[in-house]
């Protein structure tokens, strides 16, 4: 069944995804009487249902529920529908023992609907596939704890999911996926390269960087502040914590508060850590009266900000309670305003190029047109805006999807989502427009007329969090990072303990040349340390024997490639230079 009970428009593949959730809820009512059953809808690529199920199901379980689930879909019931009055509804709910439908049925009136395939009964707004034949291609995938509707204080309930497609090609294809994206869990990466660490201790969400994982965020913050400062922005540093006042002022602690630590007190006064940058960057923009002649004015920070997230849904560096916005703010004219539009975009485009992020999808949210009173701002600059966000992605000759409804209250935005190795969709760019900010700071500037005009403002993050960035990278790469990137970039292999201080000469010569060299001055055998090497997923190992000292040369190891040959230390060195300089 459904979140809500309102009829509903579901593609497909939703709605096989949606019949797939009955079909094992069926499924566990059988193998598992007693259970007591939740919600269950789909989601992208397949579907799940909360369940509070007697006895501990465990990843091993899943199998069975699978079997028992095509023993079912393979009598082929067909889905039927019936509706109950209020009164029938909840009597079935007392009946039927299920405790979580009658709490459910309490915040909905009218009518229910129910579907029916074989045995099992559920409340269901719909629409479903005809016959269980349909459902074939699928897999459960697994098992979580989910908080009965998402409320701590509230049972926790046993959440199973599964995928499923409409054919066996799709399925497997997204299984494969499914492998890969295993193999390069950033959390596991994280451990083994020694590139972050989460733990209990020091906080949920909260990321101590490691030094091989701050050597690559400084790779990253360096090429971004490059690319910035390039490009006509000016850097910032604002502080972790403002008084309330000012937030109520920027209205986050009327819309926002929840997402918010809690207070501190500060000489009688509240302060609250920040969850964003815009109201700092506003005081810098007020710092003195503005002349129409230096804008545009493009304010920039790599910003470190604190939002409240529920424990559950902390996800490695994915999703954090404290991480760094690559944050900018963006105040301009009229007439500047589609030129700055097209700037962020050159900007994204040129970020995802740099990190390797070929293909990405765009979205430009509008407003609902229905619906244009819950709006802030005349009806002219929203038209004006979004004609301008997509004149600015049509002439750069960018595909988008246009939504509309999906803008904030406070203007229209570009989504940008890069597409990974293995194919998934990760949201990093917001390019957002925003007519509230301006008004509540009486934002303004002296135009050509000398009056005073209100200036358009544009938050703007690229990367959205150098955290949650890193985590996809170390994700798309799968720890492989290219050589530029890379903490440490070649590993020094004496042959064995005669060669030690030879191949120190040669880390040195490297290091003077700015190459990020290290010494493996262990006492294991060769083949040790290069298995050693590639586990740790080091670009190059250059091998030293006597042949290497006596001739200045080193014996060239790749990653994943092998044996490249002896090359002289010039050579080496300008092999790898040419490798960096090429990115
Ligand atoms: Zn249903
Ligand atoms: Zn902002």
Not at 433 to 441: G, Q, S, T
Request: with cysteine; proline share 5%; charged share 30%.
């Amino acid at each position: 069944m459904s979140e809500d009970f309102q009829p509903r428009q579901l593609s497909p593949v939703e709605t096989l995804r949606h019949s797939m959730a009955h079909l094992m809820a069926s499924a566990v009512a059988e193998l598992y009487p007693g259970t007591k059953f939740g919600i269950g809808p789909h989601i992208q690529n397949g579907f799940y249902y909360d369940m509070e199920i007697p006895g501990a199901v465990t990843p091993e379980d899943l199998p069975h529920i699978e079997e028992a689930m095509r023993a079912i879909a393979k009598k082929n019931h067909s889905f039927t529908h019936k509706t109950l009055t209020h009164e029938e509804a909840l009597r079935w709910a007392e009946e039927s023992d299920q405790p979580l439908k009658a709490e459910l049925l309490a915040d909905i009136e009218g009518p229910i609907s129910f579907y029916t395939h074989g045995a099992f009964t559920d409340m269901c707004a719909g629409p479903h596939v005809r016959y269980t034949k349909k459902l074939k291609h699928f897999k459960l995938t697994q098992i979580a704890g989910a908080y009965w509707r998402g409320d701590e204080q509230r049972p926790m309930l046993t959440r199973i999911y599964g995928v499923a497609f409409e054919t066996k090609e799709e399925l497997d294809a997204h299984l494969l996926m499914l492998e890969e994206a295993k193999k390069r869990d950033h959390r596991r990466l994280g451990k083994d390269l020694e590139l972050f660490r989460l733990t209990q201790e020091y906080g949920p969400g909260l990321v101590l960087w490691l030094p091989n994982g701050a050597f690559m965020r400084k790779q990253i913050e360096d090429e971004w502040r490059k690319v910035h400062l390039e490009r006509g922005y000016e850097l910032l540093f604002t502080p972790h914590i403002a008084p309330s006042t000012l937030w109520d002022r920027s209205g986050h602690t009327g819309h926002y508060r929840d997402s918010m630590f809690a207070p501190m007190d500060i000489d009688g006064e509240e302060y609250l850590l920040k969850p964003m940058n815009c109201p700092f960057h506003i005081g810098v923009y007020n710092n003195r009266k503005r002349s129409y002649r230096e804008l545009p004015m493009r304010l920039c920070e790599l910003g470190n900000v604190y939002r409240y997230e529920r424990s559950g849904v902390l996800h490695g560096l994915m999703r954090v309670r404290g991480f760094t916005q690559d944050d900018a703010h963006i105040f301009c004219t009229p007439e500047t305003f589609k030129q700055e539009l097209d700037a962020c975009l050159d900007i994204a485009q040129l970020m995802y190029k740099t990190f390797g992020f070929p293909e990405f999808k765009v979205e430009l949210s509008c407003r609902d047109p229905e619906n244009t009173s819950k709006y802030l701002g005349s009806d002219e600059i929203w038209t004006l805006s979004e004609d301008t966000l997509a004149e600015v992605l049509d002439e750069r000759g960018i595909e988008y999807t246009r939504i509309e409804g999906e803008a904030a209250f406070y203007g229209p935005k570009i989504d940008i989502k890069v597409v990974d190795t293995i194919g998934r969709s990760w949201q990093l760019t917001t390019i957002q427009l925003d007519f509230n900010l301006p008004e509540r700071f009486d934002l303004s500037y002296t135009g050509a007329d000398n009056q005073p005009h209100r200036p358009i403002m544009i938050h703007r993050a690229l990367l959205g969090s150098i955290e949650r960035f890193f985590g996809i990278l170390i994700e798309h790469y799968a720890g492989d990072f290219p050589l530029w990137m890379s903490p440490v970039q070649a590993r020094v292999l004496p042959l064995s303990e005669k060669f030690k201080d030879y191949g120190a000469e040669v880390v040195a010569r490297l290091t003077a040349e700015g190459i990020r060299a290290r010494l493996d001055d262990s006492d294991e055998k060769l083949g040790y340390k290069i298995r050693r090497a590639e586990v740790d997923k080091i670009p190059y190992a250059a091998v030293v024997g006597g042949r290497e000292a006596e001739s200045g040369t080193v014996g060239v190891r790749k990653r994943k490639d092998g044996d490249m040959g002896t090359m002289s230390i010039e050579d080496f060195i300008a092999h790898l230079k040419a490798e960096i300089e090429a990115r």
